[in-house]
């Protein structure tokens, strides 16, 4: 009797809504604005969701609903949902605040240290929901809730998502002016502003290299990973052009490097093979003045993957040799070894290898400025 008293209890407390923890940012009927530079809307309220559009800083939207820190928002002309975290109310918003002076009232300045490799981070508390990204030891989270075990966190940056509160360690005291945490980052060099072409290597009728193991195509990791690149760069304030966004597009080398127009740099994304046990990634270049400076900048970033680094080589593609723009083409892990094959097929891998790559090209343009 007891245990059945004890278990619809339990039944009663799990039915509660997420919101009686009082800490979520927006309300359903609400007006608000978007905190951020540039907010990507999606199809649902998951981050591996088709992006609609994106809504510039200060845009008006209304809220309709609230999920797992997603919002159902209307507003500039595009409907759908967006991460909650970059809205701030009509009422506060200055139009000249971003995230990263975080406008959120609910959440502390207080940062935590992440313990543990490639943690997921999913679409809300629990292993049964979507994995929407990863963090690792020493990368910084915030976090504005708990629910049971989980965690909801912002990353550095700004990406938001549920991670096991056991793998979120010690405090790190963030001065009030913001001089670690995002704004760290920021001093690297910005990305505000840049243009970047990312060109998804293979596509359509060309599978590129295909797995040892697990058949892996070529052409859908390039994919897949650039898309997460993008998503990165755009996150930071950059515009991207991709040479191509679908899986049945198969565009001639001269036109990737036609399409790419006059961005600032130019990233050619593949997957590598060799007949022996090779493993980890490269970073080719074709001008060692033109080329070589931001290989080397992607490379010393790629060196925090979970694959080793095999350095920078040159390489004589024709996308890099016919190519005006700083230009680099970079193969993250070989699908000729089993243990690199299962590793960059998971979506962490190839989100850790997109940051690191944005990292690259951060400084890479905040060397070229100083
Ligand atoms: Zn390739």
């Given at each position: 009797m007891f245990r059945k008293?004890?278990?619809?209890?339990?039944?009663?407390?799990?039915?509660?809504?997420?919101?009686?923890?009082?800490?979520?940012?927006?309300?359903?009927?609400?007006?608000?604005?978007?905190?951020t530079k540039s907010l990507p809307v999606r199809a649902d309220a998951d981050g591996e969701s088709a992006i609609k559009g994106y809504l510039s800083q200060g845009t008006a939207v209304q809220v309709s609903e609230e999920k797992y820190g997603w919002a159902k928002i209307s507003g500039g002309g595009l409907k759908g949902w967006a991460a909650a975290h970059f809205l701030v109310a009509a009422s506060a918003a200055s139009g000249g605040k971003t995230v990263n002076t975080d406008v959120k009232s609910s959440t502390t300045d207080t940062w935590n240290e992440v313990s543990g490799s490639g943690v997921r981070l999913r679409s809300g508390p629990g292993v049964s929901y979507s994995v929407i990204g990863s963090v690792?030891?020493?990368?910084?989270?915030?976090?504005?809730?708990?629910?049971?075990?989980?965690?909801?966190?912002?990353?550095?940056?700004?990406?938001?998502?549920?991670?096991?509160?056991?793998?979120?360690?010690?405090?790190?005291?963030?001065?009030?002016?913001?001089?670690?945490?995002?704004s760290a980052r920021s001093s690297r060099g910005s990305l505000q502003g840049r243009l970047i072409a990312i060109d998804p290597g293979h596509g359509g009728s060309d599978?590129?290299?295909?797995?040892?193991a697990h058949d892996t195509e070529e052409k859908d990791l390039t994919l897949s990973t650039s898309k997460l690149l993008a998503e990165?760069?755009?996150?930071?304030?950059?515009?991207?052009?991709?040479?191509?966004?679908?899986?049945?597009?198969?565009?001639?080398?001269?036109?990737?490097?036609?399409?790419?127009?006059s961005a600032d740099a130019f990233v050619s994304v593949h997957y590598n093979s060799a007949p022996n046990k090779a493993s980890g990634s490269l970073v080719f270049y074709y001008s060692k003045s033109k080329d070589?400076?931001?290989?080397?900048?992607?490379?010393?970033?790629?060196?925090?993957?979970?694959?080793?680094?095999?350095?920078?080589?040159?390489g004589d593609y024709h996308v890099l040799r016919e190519n005006s723009l700083p230009a680099v083409l970079?193969?993250?892990?070989?699908?000729?070894?089993?243990?690199?094959?299962?590793?960059?097929?998971?979506?962490a891998y190839q989100r850790s290898a997109a940051k690191a790559i944005a990292d690259g090209l951060q400084n890479y343009f905040g060397r070229k400025s100083s």
């Open positions: 008293l004890l278990l619809l209890l339990l039944a009663a407390l799990l039915m509660l809504p997420i919101w009686h923890t009082g800490q979520e940012a927006v309300a359903a009927g609400g007006s608000y604005k978007v905190g690792t030891t020493g990368d910084r989270v915030k976090r504005s809730q708990k629910k049971g075990d989980w965690s909801r966190v912002t990353t550095e940056g700004g990406q938001t998502g549920w991670m096991s509160s056991k793998y979120i360690g010690g405090e790190v005291s963030v001065s009030s002016g913001g001089g670690s945490g995002p599978p590129g290299m295909i797995g040892k990165e760069l755009r996150g930071r304030g950059a515009k991207v052009v991709l040479t191509r966004d679908k899986d049945d597009e198969k565009p001639a080398l001269s036109d990737r490097v036609r399409l790419a127009g070589a400076p931001l290989a080397q900048e992607i490379e010393s970033e790629l060196r925090g993957l979970s694959l080793r680094s095999n350095g920078i080589a040159f970079v193969e993250l892990g070989f699908l000729s070894n089993e243990k690199d094959e299962l590793e960059v097929r998971a979506s």
